[in-house]
Structures are given as C-alpha cells and as structure tokens.
C-alpha cells in the first residue's frame, strides 16, 4: 500500500486593504478510504501581532506541525497542519486567528494510506524572490522522503496577478490561479524516494519582484499489518 491522493482545496480572503477577518471557513469533501489524513498550510498577515492558534475540520482539532515567518506586525507567517482519520464526507475547515487579519489564507491536501500515528515526519521551508522578467522558473526544496510516501507541497506568492504550474514530477491538486483580490495558493503531491525536490513555477503577471514562500512535507505510508502465527504441539499418541 503506497499513500494516495484523495482531494484538496483551498480559500483565500481578499487580501489587503479590505474589512479583516478572524476566521476563515473553507468546505472539504474528504473520501471513505482507510487510514485517511489531512494535511493544511496556512498564511495569515496583520498590521499588529498576529498567530493562528485553531484549525479545525468537521469541529475536530488539528494539530500543529510547525511554524514558519513571524508574528509579530507587518509579517507574513505561516503554519502548517494535520490531523489523522478526519470525517469523511462534506464538512468545514475552519482557520481562526488570535486578531483579525488582513490576510488569511489556507490550502489542504486529504490523502489515504497514512501512517495514523506521524503522518509528517518531515518537512522543508523556503522563500525567496521571484521576477517579472523571469517568469516560468522552478522553485524547489528537497524534502526526506521514502517509496511508497506522498509529498506535498505549497506555495503561495505575495502578487495577486501571478500564476502558480506545478514543478517537475509534481501534479497540481488545488490553485488559485491568478486572483485579483488575493494573493495565489497552491497545493501539489509528488510521490515518495528517498529524497524529493519538489517545486513550483510561477508567471508573475505584475512589473518588478514579488516575494514567495512555500513548504515541502512528506506523508509517511501506514504501518503495514503484522503477521503472527501460532506454533501448533502435536502430540503422537501409542498403544500398549
């Protein structure tokens, strides 16, 4: 058994300059397979200090697997999620912010074939600059990775007139796409080696530089069944 795409989404707030938001609610449908789990990236901006301390799917907690940028005022942060055996179905996650926020993003991966103990036991962060005037480059970080392991990647860029493709080997599962009110999101999978760069192309739409941020995690496949057996005693029986 190999961990499995099951399905992805993802919602972004208008971006700046519009009424803040405290909480963002994004519908899911996640599938019936077996050993499920739900891996979200999100991205929250604020004039003030600033933290997501909730994200919940279907009213369940997930937990949080790292934290990457800052909070404190006119900074760009970013979290990253999962939780284990998430309700299948047609529910809601929800992102819920310390302070109400300029920017509140997030983007979400369901996958089967999990391990239901640590579903990511590896994960890489990068940002940097990306340029009008050379569009289409790939942007990658190399993730620890294993055969039969999924990883995932995200991306998001501070332009709202940018286009995001997949990388190299990747296959796009949920984007944004150019998004006049927002700042692009994007989620990938690519499968597991022993070790994964995973990328992202981006097409910026709009003059000069504009600053990215993605992450690489790696879902590690379910633990497979054991096998016991019994050892039988015969007893051989005579006669006298």
């Keep these: 058994m190999a961990v499995a795409f099951d ?8 971006g700046l ?24 990236w999100e991205f929250d901006y604020h004039s003030a200090a600033h933290d997501v301390n909730d994200v919940t799917y279907a009213g369940a907690a997930l937990t949080e697997e790292r934290e990457d940028g800052a909070t404190t005022a006119f900074n760009t942060h970013f979290s990253l999620w999962w939780k284990t055996a998430p309700a299948s179905g ?19 991966i369901a996958v089967t ?35 039969d392991d999924l990883v995932l990647g995200f991306f998001h ?22 998004n006049v009110d927002g700042w692009p999101l994007a989620g990938e999978t690519e499968p597991g080696a022993a070790s994964v760069t995973i990328g992202f192309s981006t097409f910026p739409g709009a003059a000069g530089s504009a600053p990215y941020q993605m992450i690489g995690c790696n879902v590690t496949v379910a633990a497979a069944a054991g096998f016991y057996y019994t050892p039988l005693t015969f007893a051989i029986l005579g006669t006298q």
Excluded: H, K, W
């Design 90 to 108: 047609a529910n809601n996650l929800v992102v819920t912010a310390t302070v109400s926020c300029e920017a509140l993003n997030v983007a979400a």
């Design 157 to 178: 860029v501070d332009d709202s007139d940018s286009d995001i493709a997949a990388g190299a080997g990747s296959t796009m599962r949920t984007n944004s796409g150019i």
């Design 113 to 147: 074939g999990a391990n239901q103990t640590d579903p990511v036991n590896a994960s890489t962060f990068g940002t940097g600059t990306v340029t009008a005037g050379d569009p289409g480059t790939e942007v990658t970080v190399a993730v620890t990775s294993a055969t």
């Design 7 to 14: 399905a992805a989404q993802n919602a972004l707030t208008a």
């Design 17 to 40: 300059d519009i009424t803040l938001v405290s909480s963002l609610t994004m519908p899911l449908t996640v599938g019936s397979g077996s050993d499920r789990a739900l891996v979200a």
